[in-house]
């Protein structure tokens, strides 16, 4: 199964892509490491152990751009502000693969414990744009009640929820199923 995926989408690439097509196939014991399928005596396998953390950020790098030769991509991280160095490094470094590519990269994260906004540094010349979100005023946790109740909600639910959730659309939705 793994070798028909990876066929395809080197089949499915366009003409001009040829090279980006040979760049895939020489990653293709990479692309198993990545997901636990491993050959004895692979390239893979035969690489020190940098140098497989760097071939293996050179092929996420080719399958995003691959991908992207095919359709716009978008790769969402999770909670970013819990990546360990290694993590940060592979963010940056296929953020910087793809700088020319239809990828976005899309970071959700929290605020540093001290309250400063999380960042990740990134390569020069690699766009970048932040938003920060604040809390939901008390109108939109109770549109959000109204929903998830079906219909209006009383007044006294209204200020409870605007007190207690701190304007986090997730604790209102968790006080209110509780």
């Not at 070798?3 to 198993?32: M, V, Y």
């Not at 991509?73 to 999770?78: A, D, M, N, T, Y």
């Not at 604040?134 to 929903?147: D, F, Q, S």
Request: net charge negative.
């Amino acid at each position: 199964t793994f070798d028909e995926a990876l066929d395809k989408l080197i089949d499915r690439l366009p003409e001009s892509s040829a090279q980006l097509a040979r760049e895939l196939e020489h990653a293709r014991s990479t692309f198993g490491a990545i997901i636990g399928i491993r050959w004895d005596g692979s390239g893979y396998e035969r690489m020190d152990p940098k140098l497989r953390f760097a071939s293996t950020l050179n092929a996420i790098a080719l399958w995003l751009e691959a991908e992207s030769r095919l359709q716009p991509v978008i790769l969402h991280i999770e909670d970013a502000h819990w990546a360990d160095g290694d993590s940060l490094e592979a963010i940056r470094h296929v953020t910087n693969a793809v700088r020319n590519c239809p990828v976005a990269v899309i970071c959700t994260c929290r605020n540093n414990d001290d309250g400063s906004t999380f960042r990740i540094e990134l390569e020069e010349g690699v766009p970048e744009h932040a938003v920060t979100l604040g809390p939901l005023p008390k109108n939109k946790i109770v549109e959000l009640a109204t929903g998830l109740m079906g219909g209006p909600v009383s007044e006294i639910l209204a200020v409870f929820l605007a007190e207690n959730a701190n304007g986090n659309p997730y604790f209102a939705q968790e006080i209110m199923t509780f």
